[in-house]
């Protein structure tokens, strides 16, 4: 969701937080803003739009800053419209406190309501806003610290902050609560940050913010306390994965980019593990075994991920496996014991409704394994196992290269519980086979361009590739805006055939397995209602492409690991479409790469 980031230092702050914003921009991008405090008192600029507006605001400022000390603010409107009033920070009567947040006050309407009665004016819509003046009360001059340990008290909801006070120009504060926050150390000066991408161009000294965890932050040195004051340590963070990840590296999009270092991503996400004995194979064969029942968690296309797991651990293991969406599973939990395994898939690891899965399945018994591209996140540090995925920093907001690594990583330990070595030769060539797919680029723009005006869009798929289908329509809708639904092909006849004229395009995603024969049926029965076939094949198989409008053929493996090759042209089909519509495919509009609130 929002990006937040504080910093107090020797080099001037307004550089320092409009590069980390544009790092964060990923998290939102409606509007942005920073506050900074220099030898001319507080300074700040707010404005609708991403960050490359707000630095066209700053207009020259950024290269003759002096202020020590700031405040930024990438936002993901959840109250209130994208405009500058809106974007944060946001501040007190007196102007002497400015706040950032990333997260959202649950009882911002009573505490407004109370604020407002006690003649506090507010500027916004925002939940944020009443966090600065609850700020402004408590602290009247007196400890900064003391101030938020008790303002914090009467917030509900979840946060991470970056508060500014202006009459002490020597520190900030930061605070978390269920948000995610670090800390980055750096001998020249101090940052925070909800993310640790927003800091590895200045320091890879990482420490971790806990919840009910805040930090003071000075030029020199930070020092952490709980809420009541009382001084507690925080984690180190070694950072792996390098820079690089988060530079275009000549694509003319993020997303292209990693599209294409997906043959990298599963080389490894097996590396060590394809038949060797590493820890993380080790506990979640432990974690497997165990259990009489699994339950597999996920939003978006982690979710997808988590329908693909049911179908291993289904037909590989034979284990009774259910997958929920991470927010129906809150209210709605199936039953949990300390016999089910709950199994979390989480590209940030900080999905709001994820992790409050998670918490729930801890709080009933039942056994909890992680599966995150990111280890310093929530969710890999409170699960009770966590495989970490190999995919780099993924800076495209669509997922791609983490969900490939996300089914690699099911694929593996699901193979090896279930013993089936023959699997491990199939799966060490999927790389290789990525890359042949890649090869067809080209073909694949010319059929996006050739599908583009006029069509509504279906993907069908059976068995393991329905998850396929199911994130190749996501894919779509999320970066082009076209309408685009993904069925499990059995289901045609049970509604969606209704939809099929002249207008309507089947994405038949069909590789040569054993239920390939249902969806050439399935194909037929759209085809003579007028229906176009764009179709995804195996190599060589002239029946389908005969029926087809168009096809794109992938390398032939087994049946469980298609996905791992089906999903590619998918991603490449949406990728073409969306640029061919001038879509901002890295950052489409209303989405955000992490949703760390409800
Ligand atoms: C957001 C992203 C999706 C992602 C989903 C779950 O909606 O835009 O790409 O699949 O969150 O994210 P997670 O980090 O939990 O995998």
């Not at 020249?188 to 932050?217: C, F, H, K, Y």
């Not at 390098?242 to 003319?252: K, L, N, R, V, Y």
């Not at 669509?398 to 089914?407: D, F, M, P």
């Amino acid at each position: 969701m929002c990006g937040i980031i504080g910093y107090i230092g020797r080099p001037p702050a307004l550089p320092v937080l409009v590069g980390g914003l544009q790092r964060l921009e990923y998290r939102g991008y409606d509007s942005a803003g920073v506050a900074t405090l220099g030898p001319g008192g507080v300074f700040h600029r707010k404005c609708a739009g991403a960050i490359a507006s707000l630095a066209e605001h700053l207009n020259g400022r950024i290269e003759a800053d002096r202020s020590g000390s700031g405040i930024g603010h990438t936002r993901w409107a959840t109250h209130g419209e994208p405009t500058a009033v809106n974007a944060h920070p946001h501040f007190s009567c007196d102007g002497k406190v400015a706040i950032v947040h990333n997260g959202i006050v649950e009882n911002h309407a009573t505490l407004r309501d109370a604020l407002t009665a006690r003649g506090h004016t507010f500027a916004s819509e925002t939940d944020t806003e009443v966090l600065a003046h609850l700020l402004e009360e408590a602290y009247s001059g007196g400890d900064p610290l003391r101030a938020v340990g008790r303002a914090l008290r009467e917030v509900h909801g979840s946060y991470a902050l970056a508060i500014l006070f202006s009459d002490h120009p020597d520190f900030l504060v930061a605070a978390r609560r269920f948000s995610p926050l670090v800390v980055g150390l750096h001998p020249e000066g101090n940052l925070v940050a909800s993310d640790i991408p927003a800091l590895l161009p200045i320091t890879r000294d990482i420490r971790l913010v806990d919840d009910g965890q805040m930090v003071a932050l000075r030029r020199e040195r930070v020092d952490a306390y709980t809420f009541d004051l009382e001084p507690c340590r925080l984690k180190t963070q070694r950072v792996a994965g390098g820079w690089a990840d988060t530079q275009q590296q000549g694509f003319p999009h993020f997303m292209l980019k990693e599209i294409h270092e997906q043959p990298d991503v599963v080389r490894r996400e097996l590396m060590g593990r394809w038949n060797g004995d590493s820890e993380e194979l080790r506990m979640a064969e432990r974690a497997l075994r165990n259990a009489r029942r699994a339950v597999i968690v996920g939003c978006g296309t982690a979710w997808h991920a988590g329908l693909y797991a049911k179908y291993l651990l289904e037909s590989l293991l034979g284990l009774p496996a259910d997958c929920c969406l991470s927010s129906e599973l809150r209210y709605a939990p199936p039953p949990l014991d300390e016999r089910t395994l709950v199994l979390a898939i989480s590209q940030s690891g900080e999905t709001a409704d994820t992790l409050q899965a998670l918490r729930l399945a801890r709080e009933r018994g039942a056994a909890t394994l992680a599966i995150t591209n990111t280890p310093a996140s929530s969710l890999a540090r409170e699960a009770q196992g966590a495989w970490i995925n190999r995919a780099g920093v993924e800076v495209g907001v669509a997922a791609t290269k983490t969900y490939v690594a996300q089914l690699s990583a099911l694929a593996l330990m699901i193979r090896r519980v279930a013993n089936r070595n023959d699997l491990i030769e199939p799966l060490t060539r999927i790389p290789d086979q990525i890359q042949e797919i890649l090869r067809q680029d080209e073909a694949i723009r010319k059929i996006a361009e050739r599908f583009l005006d006029g069509y509504d869009f279906m993907y069908i798929a059976r068995r393991f590739n329905v998850p396929t289908a199911f994130e190749g329509a996501l894919k779509l809708k999320e970066i082009s805006y076209l309408h685009a639904e993904g069925y499990a092909a059995g289901e045609m006849k049970h509604g969606p055939l209704a939809l099929v004229d002249e207008g309507l395009a089947a994405v038949a995603v069909a590789p040569r397995d054993d239920v390939y024969d249902k969806i050439l049926s399935n194909v037929e029965e759209i085809r003579c209602r007028k229906g176009a076939i764009i179709a995804v094949v195996t190599r060589g198989d002239r029946k389908l492409v005969r029926r087809a409008d168009a096809s794109i053929e992938v390398e032939a493996t087994e049946d469980v690991l298609s996905p791992l090759l089906t999903i590619i042209p998918l991603q490449l089909l949406a990728y073409h479409m969306a640029t061919i519509l001038g879509r901002n495919v890295d950052k489409p509009r209303n989405l955000a790469k992490s949703v760390t609130v409800e």
